[in-house]
Structure formats: structure tokens, C-alpha cells
């Protein structure tokens, strides 16, 4: 006998549990079949239906009852092909006849754990209240006694420092009829340092993104430094760098970072006697905000020919880093030794800085990076970062806010009267709203000395679908609908490498014209405000307890 | 905008120069303060100039309390001179107004003159903290050869509370600024000149970079890097440092306060030097609108700018007597027989550096070196 509960659906969930609803209009659809066909989670299907229809025709009403076979778009209330909210169907479809919305009263989470395997998603933490970050307003505008700059007239240098900054006090010159020179006779080692543009692309890697995307990024980049005159850097993310970029003048705009999983090193390091530049900097990764705690995630579906040539492993595995770099058993060895070895190879001619998830404990990281004097800088991610592929939970629940991090960091520094040696690079977050500029400029007078985006690029430049709703977010499965985040060249063929670039130059530029509307009328022109925390102030007075800065309302 | 007036001479002259120059820039002041710091003393000090010289204002608590310190200390009082005090409406009279002459206590008599200045700042320092919570002492300076004396409102008045005009009080170099309060509350620590170990300067212009300079100052561990009441106290610690400190030449103050761009700094001989300071003393530069005033140990003044003031200030005078002021009218008032075609408005990348006794003028570009 065939079970009740078969009989009833009861096993099935009801449209009620999923995160969107699919609203799709029968009278408008012309069944195409274009919204079933790009859906990337399968959350759609045609279906075919025998209606009981009354109609009348003629001009007397006599009604009479056919039943009819009908073509409809229906929604899966399978859990594993929930629709994801990303609005490609609607984006597709030529008459308006379909979109997602958003069911606030879902219970996703609840179901989402089949097969006792925890949700894995790609995207950021799914917050979508405001950032302390946005919270912050600048509020010391120069007035009467001291004029407001203009910012389309003025000389600005928005400018800052990358790499370990000599003190004061240990510089090693020697006066010579009233000029001072280097002491050549002082062996006292002079750090890389680099002179950038305050905002820098975050690491994404080749194998996170896809090739027209990545490849975006690098021209848009080049393009600022050689046309534009605007010193961006960007990181490459841990999974190697393209060959060609490698050996590559280019090279010069990007950090190359490396994380517990070395994917892609042993091609850098053979690379090293090609290399015409040096790269900007070297990224130790030990952490990421948007999963503090866990390793990097390369999923199977994602490592193609080409990405398993450039990290050196077969196709079609998954790639997971360790959490920790297995090879260092304490954080003298983790931090100390791995910068030691990443200057040696290049010499002691490149920047080395570690990358640490936000933290409580990140003073303690900072404390061991302060007395390291080759420690080129100290990056710390907040819990508002991004992430191709991690576990839900350590998502939307691990991790600090970046904000009160970084400030505490730089006050420990100042504390030390080092905060000028060792730049603080914040991230996570920024421009999470779309207030890029404000967001970047509130972190440097908190204390950074640079802020990292990673996110606001996805978004700006290629027009990624994720928020903080859990729209799309399924960066990690290599089906990404705008092409973005996956190696399938059905699907990145969508995406158009020129026009991610394009919209990377026209980013950053205005990004640039934006900080100067900031630093303007806080007459500030000549050096980046780093610390200048009397600039803000918060209408919320534990925040501005918390960030020893004004409170105001 | 406060108001500056300063004048380096080879021969002594009266404050009363420097007051009446202020006199015709007072529409740029609110009679918030007038300090005054001279050095180089003639008159009742002239016969004095190796013993330190403690300026300041005491209530009759704050002197016990000071005479107990100094005594303690080791220092002998050798001479003591105070202001005549007029009445003047609108100025409350304090206790003491005092300039007490000192002997070194005895076992810092032949010791080095830096030790010396150390042990004077911190005696400077430690009455300020005796006396700074009730206002019973304040300190101005403690050094040799050099007098300040500082009060609230309108030059011209505390002039004439002071007896200014009927004093002997001479001197070679003096600095004088008229008060325009602008973020922080009118107090006599407020007030300009500033002063640390023969190192002296007087601003105006206000100073949007001043949250990020304090906490690098204070980060040096310099027990002198403190007080911080006006904004522009951190021009005096910047020159203390990098010229005392760091033993840089004086022109450094230029490139340490107002930083050259990378490529301007390609054209430098000592670019590489120079590409070094611009990093490790980044916090320092000033991102204005200011102009400084100032001068060293040895004499020497000099004005600089940033780019960012709009008005500069102005120096001239005849060989042996030059005026460094924010107005010309404060220059036509100081020295009004002068060739007033070579005046000198210093521009953004200048530094007028005037040598002791007023001897030649020099205007060091910071482009050309």
C-alpha cells in the first residue's frame, strides 16, 4: 500500500520553506524556454499541466467546461535546487514574465544540510543591516579659520605606503656640508617599500574567478598605472599566476600571495630567473575574514585544464588549503620564517606582509610583526569580507568586524610609537553598501594605511548578482550566471574581459575623485589622513567609545 | 588668524616693537593671548646669559610650592626680575608674573649642555604637572639667555599691564604672537610662542593634521612632547626633533613638515636620503594652511610655509635688524626705513632662513637645494 505521506506530499517541502519565490506570469510568458535554459541551480523546469478550463464564447454567456493541456514554468521545491534569487531568469527573458523574490520567512538553513553535509556557498556574510563603517561620518569640515581645499583645483597626493617604514630614529644618514646622505659604511638594512593608491583589488585567484574576469581585472589595472597614473595593486589571490604575466613587466602591479595550500609556487618559483619586474608586494595568507579558520576551497567543478596547469595538479580534484600553514607549529616559525624565505627570494626586494583574518587576537599578530623588522605590513580582513566557497556557518558567523580591529591595532602601535613602520591594510567590508570612498577613507583615519576590496569589484565591474540577502551566492559551484566565478567557458563567454576593465579604470577613478571630496574640505591634501580619527564621529556612543572618536548627533 | 611678529636684531631692542606691529594686524586677532618669548637678553639680564632662566606665573601657593622644588632640586635663585603691573580693565592679575634667575645645582655645573637642558626641561615639566591640575604655577620655559612671558587678552593691554613701554626689557631676538583662538580653549598653555630646549615657534593657520603629529610626538618617548593645548605646539616638537634629536640640518624642518613629491624629490642630490625621511617621518607633514616661525639654539630664525597658505607671510629689513611677520603692515610698523621692493614673501617651497645677529638673509629652495 502506498504510504500516506506519499500520497499527500507530505515529504515534500512547500514553496513557503525556500529563500525566493518565483514569481512568473502566466498571461505574459511566451514560452521560450530562455529562463529555464540559464538558470544555474535548476530551480525552474517547464512542466506540463491538464487544467479544468470554463470558457464561453459567442455574445450570450454559455458556459462550458473543457479540460485543457497547459505549459507552465513551476518552481522546484527541491532543496538542492532552491532558487537562489539571482534574477538571471528575469534578466533573459524577453517579456517580463518572471522574477525571484525575496521570502523573508524561509527556512533554508533548516534543510539545507542534506546528506549531513553542512551549506557550502560562495558570496559574503549575510548581513544586510549597516556597517559600523557606514555609520561613520566626517565631521570636522575645515570652515572660516582654515579653508576647505578645493578638490578639482588643489594638488592632492592620495598616495600611500607599502612595506616596512625605517624609524625615525635609525635612519641611516650622515650629514655632508649640510646635505645628508646615505651612510654607505651603515649596514643597516632599508626595507621595499612601495608608493600606491590607497585602495587595492583583494586577493582573487585564477581558479576563483574565471579567465575573461581575472584577466579584467589585470588589464584595468595595468591600465590605471601606465595611462591613468594611478598606482593600483592588486593581489592575485593563492592558485598561481598566469606564465606569461609572470615574466611579464606587469608584474610590477601585483602582489603575489601564498597560502597553506602553495598552489601554484613551484611554477612561480621557476619563474623567478624569468622575471623582468619584481612583483609589488608578497601576500602571506593566513587567514580570511569571510571564513576565519578555514583554508581556501577550489572545487572540483572548477579546476579545469588551465587552472590545474598554473597550480601544478590534476583536473577535476578539489582543492582545499589547509587552515594553517602545516608546515609551522608557532607563530614564530609561521610568520617568521615564511617572510624571511619569501624576501630571500626575491632578494629582500619585495614587500612581505601576512594577511590575517579579523580577530580578537590580531594584536598579538601585530605585536609579533612590529618586532619583526621585515615584516612589510600587517593585513587584516573583517567578517564583511568575501569568499568563493566555504561553509555557511563560518560565514555568516565567524569573524570580526574590521572596524574596531583595525582601530585597536593602530592605537597598540601608536601605543609603540610604531604606527608610521607598520602599515595597517584593512579589509573586509569596504564598500559594502557602495560607499567605496567613504568606507575607505573612514578606515585610514581609524588607523589604516590602506584598505583592500574584493566584493565592490565583483559588483562594480561585472555586475555579480550576490547580496546580503543570499541572492546567487553560488560562487563555489562553478556555475556562476554572470560568468564571473567559474571556469565553464559556456558561461564565462558571457563575460567580456574588456568591459571588466573599463569598468575598473572608471572605478578607481572615481574613487579617486570621491577620496579627494573627502580629504578636501577636511583640508587635507598632502598625505594620506592615516589616524586622523578627530575627522569622524558616530551617533552611537558605545561605537564612538569603542573607537575613540567624537560622538555626535 | 593669530597674528606674528618677530624681530631678530643686532642690537637690543624693546618688545614694545613687536606689540605695536601686532597693534596694526589687529584685525586679524580676537585678544585671546599675547606671548612673548625674547632671546638673547639685554638689560637686567645682560650679565646673566650662561644661567637658566624660569619664566612664568605662580599663584602664593604655587610659589611655596615652587620655591620647595627648586630648593630640593639643587637650583640657586640668583636674581629674580618681575613685570610692573598696571591695572588694566579686562585683564584679572595673577599672583606672580616672574623671570627667576638660577645657578645650576651643583653637580650639573660641568656637564654637558645637553644634559643640562635635559635636566631643565624636566624640571620645566615637573612644575607644569605640580601646578597644571589647580593652575597654581605655570612654566613657560627654563633656559638660558631666553624670557617668555604669556597672557590673556589684547597685546596692546597686556603690554601696558606688563609695563612693557616703561621696562628696560631688551633683547635681540623677539618672538611675539597675537591670539586668534580658533578649536581649543583659551588658556595660557594655548599660547604661542612655544618653546623646548632654545627651539621656538609661533603658527598660525590651523593644523588639520594635528590628531595623527601628536600621537607620532608623543610615540617618541620624548618626555618634553607633551601639553598639546594649542595645535600648533607640534611645530616646536617637530623642529625639536628633527634638528635636535635627529641631528638633521635646518632646512630639513622643510622637507620633514612639507614633503616634496616622489618625482620632485628624483631632482634632489640627496634624493635617496630625502626619499628615507619623507617615509619614516611621514606623519609629520603639517598639510597646512600654516606659517611657521621659528627659531634655534644659535640664533638662526626662519619662516616657512605650505602650499596651502594662500596669504604667506612676509620678512624684511635692513642688514642687522629683519622682521619676520604674517602682515606687511606688522613689517611697515617694525622696520618702516627699508627697501621695501626686497621684501620677501616666501613661497611655497621656500624657506627664509635669517642668521644670528640679523647678519644676511637666505632664501633656501626646497626644489633646487
Known amino acids: 500500500m502506498e504510504p500516506a505521506s506519499k500520497l499527500d506530499q507530505n515529504h515534500r517541502l512547500s514553496i513557503k520553506e525556500l529563500p525566493y519565490i518565483i514569481r512568473w506570469k502566466d498571461h505574459r510568458c511566451k514560452r521560450c524556454g530562455q529562463c529555464t535554459a540559464v538558470c544555474p541551480v535548476r530551480a525552474i523546469e517547464p512542466s506540463v499541466k491538464l487544467r479544468r478550463v470554463v470558457f464561453s464564447e459567442g455574445p450570450l454567456p454559455e458556459p462550458s467546461v473543457v479540460r485543457k493541456i497547459y505549459h507552465v514554468i513551476e518552481q522546484v521545491t527541491d532543496i538542492d535546487r532552491a532558487c537562489t534569487g539571482c534574477g538571471a531568469c528575469a534578466l533573459v527573458c524577453p517579456n517580463d514574465a518572471i522574477e525571484p523574490e525575496y521570502n523573508p520567512s524561509n527556512k533554508f538553513l533548516h534543510y539545507k544540510n542534506k546528506g549531513g553535509e553542512g551549506y557550502k556557498r560562495g558570496g559574503r556574510r549575510n548581513d544586510p543591516y549597516i556597517s559600523t563603517l557606514d555609520r561613520l561620518k566626517f565631521t570636522r569640515i575645515s570652515m572660516l579659520t582654515d579653508p576647505a581645499l578645493d578638490a578639482g583645483r588643489h594638488e592632492f597626493r592620495v598616495r600611500t605606503l607599502l612595506g616596512r617604514i625605517l624609524p625615525s630614529d635609525e635612519l641611516p644618514l650622515i650629514e655632508k656640508e649640510g646635505k645628508l646622505i646615505i651612510d654607505e659604511e651603515n649596514d643597516r638594512f632599508i626595507p621595499p617599500v612601495r608608493e600606491i593608491f590607497p585602495i587595492m583589488i583583494g586577493s582573487m585567484s585564477v581558479g576563483a574567478l574565471s579567465p575573461p574576469m581575472w584577466e579584467g581585472l589585470a588589464m584595468g589595472v595595468a591600465y590605471l598605472n601606465e595611462v591613468e597614473g594611478l598606482p593600483v595593486v592588486m593581489c592575485t589571490g593563492e592558485g598561481g599566476v598566469p606564465p606569461r604575466l609572470l615574466k611579464s613587466r606587469f608584474l610590477k602591479y601585483m602582489i603575489i600571495q601564498i597560502a597553506s595550500g602553495y598552489f601554484g609556487w613551484d611554477e612561480i618559483v621557476h619563474a623567478i630567473p624569468h622575471m623582468v619586474e619584481d612583483p609589488a608586494a608578497i601576500e602571506i595568507k593566513y587567514g580570511q575574514g569571510a571564513k576565519p579558520g578555514d583554508g581556501g576551497l577550489l572545487m572540483a567543478q572548477k579546476v579545469l585544464r588551465l587552472i590545474a596547469s598554473i597550480r601544478g595538479v590534476p583536473q577535476f580534484v578539489d582543492l582545499a588549503s589547509p587552515p594553517t600553514h602545516q608546515t609551522k607549529y608557532s607563530i614564530e616559525e609561521a610568520v617568521a620564517k615564511m617572510i624571511q624565505s619569501m624576501s630571500m627570494a626575491w632578494g629582500f626586494r619585495v614587500p612581505v606582509y601576512p594577511k590575517i583574518s579579523g580577530t580578537k587576537t590580531a594584536r598579538s599578530v601585530l605585536n609579533n610583526l612590529a618586532r619583526n623588522p621585515y615584516a612589510a605590513a600587517l593585513s587584516i580582513d573583517g567578517e564583511d569580507g568575501g569568499t568563493g566557497a566555504a561553509y555557511n556557518v563560518s560565514m555568516d558567523k565567524m569573524g570580526h568586524p574590521i572596524a574596531s580591529n583595525i582601530r585597536e591595532c593602530y592605537l597598540d602601535l601608536v601605543k609603540q610609537g610604531k604606527q608610521n613602520e607598520l602599515p595597517l591594510i584593512a579589509a573586509g567590508g569596504v564598500g559594502k553598501k557602495g560607499n567605496l570612498a567613504a568606507n575607505a577613507a573612514a578606515l585610514i583615519m581609524l588607523g589604516a594605511s590602506a584598505v583592500s576590496i574584493g566584493k565592490y569589484i565583483m559588483q562594480a565591474t561585472a555586475n555579480c548578482f550576490g547580496d546580503e540577502y543570499n541572492r546567487c551566492n553560488i560562487c563555489n559551484t562553478g556555475k556562476c550566471p554572470r560568468g564571473i566565478t567559474t571556469q565553464d567557458p559556456k558561461l564565462y563567454r558571457r563575460l567580456d574581459s574588456d568591459k571588466v576593465a573599463e569598468r575598473l579604470v572608471e572605478v578607481f577613478k572615481a574613487a579617486n575623485i570621491e577620496l579627494k571630496k573627502i580629504f578636501a574640505p577636511m583640508g587635507r591634501s598632502t598625505e594620506l589622513p592615516i589616524g586622523m580619527s578627530d575627522g569622524l564621529s558616530v551617533d552611537d556612543k558605545a561605537i564612538a567609545d569603542r573607537l575613540e572618536i567624537s560622538y555626535a548627533c | ?369
Open chain 2, 1 to 369: 588668524m593669530c597674528r606674528l611678529s618677530a624681530i631678530t636684531s643686532n642690537k637690543y631692542f624693546s618688545p614694545m616693537e613687536n606689540i605695536l606691529a601686532l597693534e596694526t594686524m589687529k584685525e586679524g586677532h580676537d585678544g585671546s593671548g599675547l606671548g612673548l618669548t625674547l632671546k638673547d637678553l639685554g638689560g637686567h639680564f645682560e650679565k646673566l646669559k650662561t644661567y637658566p632662566i624660569l619664566s612664568g606665573i605662580c599663584s602664593k601657593s604655587g610659589a611655596k610650592i615652587l620655591d620647595d622644588y627648586m630648593e630640593t632640586a639643587g637650583f640657586k635663585l640668583k636674581d629674580i626680575w618681575a613685570p610692573k603691573i598696571r591695572n588694566v580693565k579686562g585683564i584679572t592679575q595673577r599672583d606672580h608674573y616672574f623671570a627667576r634667575i638660577y645657578d645650576y645645582p651643583a653637580s650639573f655645573k660641568h656637564k654637558s649642555l645637553s644634559e643640562k637642558e635635559d635636566l631643565l626641561m624636566n624640571v620645566r615639566i615637573s612644575l607644569r604637572k605640580l601646578g597644571e591640575s589647580d593652575g597654581s604655577i605655570f612654566v613657560f620655559s627654563f633656559y638660558p639667555d631666553t624670557l617668555t612671558l604669556k597672557e590673556v587678552g589684547d597685546p596692546l593691554q597686556v603690554a601696558e599691564f606688563f609695563s612693557l613701554d616703561c621696562d628696560n626689557l631688551k633683547a635681540k631676538i623677539i618672538f611675539a604672537q597675537g591670539r586668534q583662538n580658533t578649536n581649543y580653549a583659551i588658556y595660557l598653555y594655548a599660547c604661542h610662542p612655544f618653546f623646548i630646549q632654545g627651539y621656538c615657534t609661533m603658527t598660525n593657520g590651523e593644523n588639520t593634521a594635528f590628531v595623527p603629529i601628536r600621537e607620532f610626538l608623543t610615540g617618541r618617548k620624548f618626555p618634553g612632547y607633551i601639553g598639546y593645548n594649542s595645535d600648533s605646539e607640534v611645530f616646536t616638537h617637530i623642529l625639536h626633533y628633527t634638528v635636535r634629536q635627529l641631528g638633521f640640518p635646518l632646512t630639513y624642518y622643510k622637507d620633514v613638515i612639507t614633503p616634496l613629491k616622489e618625482s620632485e624629490i628624483e631632482k634632489r642630490q640627496d634624493s635617496k636620503a630625502l626619499k628615507l625621511i619623507k617615509q619614516s617621518l611621514r606623519p609629520l607633514c603639517i598639510d597646512g594652511p600654516n606659517v611657521v616661525i621659528g627659531f634655534i639654539p644659535d640664533g638662526t630664525c626662519f619662516m616657512v610655509h605650505d602650499s596651502k597658505k594662500l596669504r604667506p607671510g612676509v620678512v624684511g629689513g635692513v642688514k642687522g635688524k629683519y622682521a619676520l611677520m604674517s602682515e606687511e603692515c606688522g613689517l611697515d610698523s617694525a622696520i618702516p626705513k627699508r627697501d621695501k621692493s626686497k621684501d620677501i614673501f616666501p613661497m611655497k617651497y621656500d624657506m627664509v632662513i635669517i642668521k644670528p645677529q640679523a647678519e644676511e638673509v637666505i632664501i633656501w629652495n626646497q626644489l633646487q637645494n
